[in-house]
């Protein structure tokens, strides 16, 4: 199991901007893809953003395309999301996830990651 932490989460208006950072407490985080989900209010954890280990291949959901950019700095145990022109509908408590990179695969579904964070509060007023 990984540790994570969250953070960067708080109260924005529409269009604005927030970044979210998550650091992870393991000696071989480079052997781990890492993922955002969110849950909104009364609905499921549903997918955000992936990065694979190396940071080499990203993935996105339809929703958060083109506005959100997921990253990550082996070096320092941390991957980020950079989220821009936020509306009311990204209002969620977004987690941070690992999962041990298994070949070439990078999970898109909560159950494909065994490790989350607490989650940090994003809340987008219109």
């Known amino acids: 199991q990984v540790q994570l932490v969250e953070s960067g989460g708080g109260l924005a208006q529409a269009g604005d901007s927030l970044r979210l950072s998550c650091v992870a407490s393991?000696?071989?985080?480079?052997?781990?893809?890492m993922g955002w989900f969110r849950q909104p209010p009364g609905k499921e954890r549903v997918f955000v953003a992936a990065?694979?280990?190396?940071?080499?291949?990203?993935y996105y959901s339809d929703s958060t395309k083109g506005r959100f950019t997921i990253s990550r700095d082996n070096a320092k145990n941390t991957v980020s999301l950079q989220m821009n022109s936020l509306k009311p509908d990204d209002t969620a408590i977004y987690y941070c996830?690992?999962?041990?990179?298994?070949?070439?695969?990078?999970?898109?579904?909560?159950?494909?990651?065994?490790?989350w964070g607490q989650g940090t509060q994003v809340t987008v007023s219109s």
């Open positions: 996830a690992a999962q041990l990179k298994i070949g070439l695969l990078v999970g898109q579904s909560p159950t494909d990651f065994r490790s």
């Open positions: 990065i694979s280990w190396s940071g080499g291949r990203t």
């Open positions: 393991t000696r071989t985080f480079s052997n781990y893809n």
